[in-house]
């Protein structure tokens, strides 16, 4: 029970690997809010003793505010997001815009109100769900792409902002993973291409060396480790866990 004491707060919480990450934060003794849009899937995984539910949009700046200055966290671990694919050309302003909002806007408003919550505290750990997007580039999914490069780069530039003040800010990079977005977006691929679902699949493990998708367990880990002792050196990374991917 190693963050007996502590407090964190996890958007997207409700499914895939948000879910995972506040069963483990919860599982190691910290005290779990968890939030996301939909009332039902937050209630499923707040069956667990450590963890409790609020229904926040990330990107209502007054609710997701309210949400994390309720929950006085020490560990804000920022993962809801979204992803749309098109070919560039045929990317309407509204849907780069979308992709924009949702995961580079969602993850400004939580790290600042984050960052809000943890002022005067002695150790904080912020912490953001990016993507091997935020690495490198994927084809046919420009928007995603920009908007975690701008996570990445907004969470090195905060880490230097709080880098004295006993608070480290790093952005985990899963390369596809194992959860319910990526069957989304394998369903998309059968619908666009007409593949079978197993070749989609295979084409999206491809992409890792390793010929598979990322467990979601491997991230919520990585995220235990930033939390725990042997960390507090590590601060404005971009750690990527892919496969080797990157």
């Not at 069963?23 to 939030?35: F, Q, R």
């Not at 400004?108 to 809000?116: A, N, S, V, Y």
């Not at 691929?189 to 593949?195: A, F």
């Not at 991230?219 to 002792?229: H, K, S, Y």
Request: a negative charge; proline letters at 4%; one cysteine or more.
């Amino acid at each position: 029970m190693r963050l007996a004491g502590k407090k964190a707060f996890v958007t997207g919480g409700g499914s895939g690997v948000g879910a995972v990450i506040a069963t483990m934060l919860a599982d190691a003794g910290a005290e779990v809010t968890i939030c996301g849009r939909r009332a039902g899937p937050l209630e499923a995984v707040a069956t667990h003793t450590n963890i409790s539910a609020t229904v926040a949009d990330i990107t209502d700046e007054a609710t997701i505010s309210d949400a994390i200055a309720t929950c006085e966290p020490d560990i804000v671990v920022a993962n809801a997001g979204a992803s749309e694919s098109a070919p560039f050309a045929k990317t309407e302003l509204a849907d780069f815009e979308r992709m924009m909002h949702v995961n580079l806007t969602g993850t400004f408003l939580t790290l600042r109100e984050g960052t809000k919550a943890l002022h005067g505290k002695p150790w904080g750990r912020l912490i953001a769900i990016a993507s091997t997007a935020g690495i490198k580039g994927y084809p046919y999914v420009a928007p995603y792409a920009a908007a975690k490069h701008g996570v990445v780069g907004m969470v090195k530039s905060v880490a230097l902002e709080l880098v004295r003040k006993g608070i480290t800010v790093n952005a985990i990079c899963p390369g596809f993973l194992d959860t319910e977005m990526t069957a989304r977006s394998i369903a998309n691929i059968v619908e666009k291409t007409g593949r079978s679902p197993e070749e989609a699949r295979a084409s999206l493990e491809a992409t890792n060396p390793m010929h598979r998708l990322v467990p979601p367990e491997d991230v919520a880990r990585a995220v235990l480790w930033l939390c725990g002792e042997g960390s507090d050196m590590v601060t404005g990374q971009c750690i990527s866990v892919s496969g080797g991917e990157t």
